[in-house]
């Protein structure tokens, strides 16, 4: 199915820790946001501190344009309790609070991107496994991004779904992301993922 718009790739990731200590996470952040302008995408992240953040300069160093999703109620808020950045061409104030932000986060990215991440990161990863979204992860870049299948498949006892993807190159992730929107058209309707079967008497884990 084509697209009768601009790719949205939303990036998320860590926004504090060991990981802003890393010059290679943020150097793969940085270039991450590069690729995505070149190839004219639009550019969404969480409107947070930063790799995501990271990666909206390196999108705005090459001319992308970029909405980021604010936990915050208002621009006061945003900069002055969330003490998050502002640049952006368009910022969205939820005033939901972060957790319920990544929902509206997620669902406005025909596509997102994984950079290091901790907890936060995680809960967005989940939110995009069980509703179907193409996930890509920037593997070598520290948090969880090398132990996605470890936590889906040893942990979680799931399958690695076809349309996430991984690599260390933010080039070829973003070719395998787009590969995999193209692939895998995006559920349309809130529970896409859940396949009706017969009656049984499993429960669901």
Not at 54 to 68: K, N, T, V, Y
Not at 126 to 150: C, F, K, M, W
Request: glycine content about 12%; proline content about 6%; hydrophobic content about 40%.
């Amino acid at each position: 199915m084509s697209h009768l718009h601009r790719l949205k790739i939303g990036v998320m990731g860590s926004a504090s820790g060991p990981q802003m200590e890393d010059p290679v996470a943020r150097e793969k952040a940085w270039a991450l946001g590069q690729e995505i302008a070149k190839r004219g995408y639009i550019f969404i992240n969480g409107a947070c501190p930063g790799l995501p953040n990271d990666a909206l300069l390196g999108a705005q160093d090459s001319g992308g344009f970029s909405i980021g999703i604010s936990p915050a109620f208002s621009e006061h808020q945003h900069i002055n309790e969330y003490q998050s950045p502002h640049t952006h061409e368009i910022i969205i104030y939820t005033g939901l609070g972060f957790m319920e932000r990544d929902i509206i986060n997620i669902r406005s990215a025909d596509g997102i991107v994984l950079i290091g991440g901790g907890i936060g990161t995680l809960n967005e990863f989940t939110i995009a496994y069980d509703e179907g979204r193409p996930i890509g992860v920037l593997t070598n870049s520290g948090g969880i991004s090398n132990d996605i299948e470890h936590i889906v498949v040893d942990l979680c006892k799931r399958e690695m779904p076809p349309n996430l993807v991984m690599d260390d190159d933010p080039v070829k992730l973003l070719d395998k992301l787009e590969a995999a929107i193209s692939a895998y058209p995006l559920p349309v309707l809130q529970d896409g993922r859940v396949r009706d079967a017969k009656p049984t008497n499993k429960v669901r884990g």
